[in-house]
């Protein structure tokens, strides 16, 4: 069986590479509330709601992983957009 697996995903590129990322609590990624609770703390009140509106809007960077429909941006760009706002 492996043999066969190979001969696919080596040799006629018909099994593409895996882009599995699992979103996990402990993870570098907030969902929409996470989001909005990040810049809450940060002193910007805020609910999921208005980041769902400001997402629609183009107000916000765009995300930096979707699965099943929900939306997740890196802590990174999180706290990239704080400091872009605070300015």
């Avoid at 996990?24 to 509330?33: G, K």
């Avoid at 805020?46 to 992983?65: A, S």
Wanted: glycine letters at 6%; a positive charge.
């Amino acid at each position: 069986m492996e043999v066969i697996y190979l001969f696919f995903k080596k040799d006629t590129y018909l099994i593409p590479e895996s882009r599995t990322s699992l979103v996990r609590e402990d993870n570098n990624y907030l969902s929409q509330a996470q989001f909005a609770n990040f810049l809450t703390k940060h002193g910007l009140p805020t609910v999921r709601q208005k980041i769902g509106i400001y997402y629609r809007r183009g107000k916000l960077p765009k995300t930096d992983l979707e699965v099943g429909g929900v939306r997740y941006w890196h802590k990174d760009t999180c706290e990239k957009y704080l400091r872009n706002i605070k300015n």
